[in-house]
């Protein structure tokens, strides 16, 4: 498992996609708090509350970037040389979940630096509720680790690109709920609102603590178990000649 960790952490770092999406959110974080401060008394929107709203539209993004590095596995026939010398279709499955929660990990980790960090010592955070940003942060790493088993599901069984445009598509169409909910009062679309992680992330808000964390915790649980073990499932019987 750690030679597979450490080969995984090996090609990421030569993974050209992923430092410049790194480097781009940390020069996004940073203009973004000089645009919020050379606008802070015609702005409208409080510092802080893109902090969440960003994430959850980086994450969309960075899908695209996991699909691009796991179907290089599948190009390279990296997978089949790894099975070849021994190592077990579980350690592979596992520690490609453990480098795609770390490319999703970091990216937050580098938006949070630049943007809500950096942003505190020029801008006024009178107006964040550190309960709420605190609360909001851990609910927040639950759904990115659901994210990242949803994107590992998707491009380990369609073994291309393509798994991570189809992460993306899924989450896109998922958003339509919140525009259902707004039009139709029904409890099946509050439901689907708690339960993805992307839309419990679309409403957090570092200004107002989540109303039902634990909730929001064990769907994001839920719905990794699913998907690692289907995914596992499915990888398992796969022929890869």
């Given at each position: 498992?750690?030679?597979?960790?450490?080969?995984?952490?090996?090609?990421l770092r030569k993974f050209r996609a992923f430092k410049i999406e790194i480097i781009c959110v940390f020069i996004m974080g940073i203009v973004t708090v000089f645009l919020e401060k050379m606008n802070e008394d015609s702005f409208t929107h409080p510092y802080g509350e893109s902090y969440f709203q960003m994430i959850y539209m980086?994450?969309?993004?960075?899908?695209?970037?996991?699909?691009?590095?796991?179907?290089?596995?599948?190009?390279?026939?990296?997978?089949?040389?790894?099975?070849?010398?021994?190592?077990?279709?579980?350690?592979?499955?596992?520690?490609?979940?453990?480098?795609?929660?770390?490319?999703?990990?970091?990216?937050?980790?580098?938006?949070?630096?630049?943007?809500?960090?950096?942003?505190?010592?020029?801008?006024?955070?009178?107006?964040?509720?550190?309960?709420?940003?605190?609360?909001?942060?851990?609910?927040?790493?639950?759904?990115?680790?659901?994210?990242?088993?949803?994107?590992?599901?998707?491009?380990?069984?369609?073994?291309?690109?393509?798994?991570?445009?189809?992460?993306?598509?899924?989450?896109?169409?998922?958003?339509?709920?919140?525009?259902?909910?707004?039009?139709?009062?029904?409890?099946?679309?509050?439901?689907?609102?708690?339960?993805?992680?992307?839309?419990?992330?679309?409403?957090?808000?570092?200004?107002?603590?989540?109303?039902?964390?634990?909730?929001?915790?064990?769907?994001?649980?839920?719905?990794?178990?699913?998907?690692?073990?289907?995914?596992?499932?499915?990888?398992?019987?796969?022929?890869?000649?």
């Amino acid at each position: 498992m750690i030679n597979l960790l450490r080969s995984n952490m090996m090609r990421l770092r030569k993974f050209r996609a992923f430092k410049i999406e790194i480097i781009c959110v940390f020069i996004m974080g940073i203009v973004t708090v000089f645009l919020e401060k050379m606008n802070e008394d015609s702005f409208t929107h409080p510092y802080g509350e893109s902090y969440f709203q960003m994430i959850y539209m980086l994450l969309l993004v960075v899908s695209m970037i996991v699909g691009g590095y796991i179907s290089k596995d599948y190009v390279d026939n990296t997978i089949r040389n790894k099975i070849s010398i021994g190592h077990k279709r579980l350690d592979i499955f596992i520690a490609n979940h453990i480098t795609t929660f770390y490319i999703y990990f970091l990216t937050v980790v580098t938006w949070t630096i630049s943007y809500l960090f950096f942003g505190s010592f020029i801008l006024n955070t009178d107006k964040i509720d550190k309960e709420a940003l605190g609360v909001g942060i851990i609910v927040m790493l639950f759904a990115v680790i659901s994210f990242s088993g949803i994107s590992v599901f998707f491009c380990m069984t369609v073994k291309n690109s393509f798994g991570g445009a189809l992460t993306g598509a899924f989450f896109y169409v998922t958003m339509f709920v919140q525009i259902f909910e707004d039009i139709f009062d029904s409890k099946i679309f509050d439901f689907f609102i708690d339960f993805f992680p992307n839309l419990q992330m679309a409403y957090l808000s570092p200004f107002e603590c989540d109303e039902k964390p634990l909730l929001h915790i064990i769907y994001s649980i839920i719905i990794f178990v699913v998907s690692f073990a289907g995914g596992y499932r499915i990888f398992r019987k796969t022929d890869l000649n």
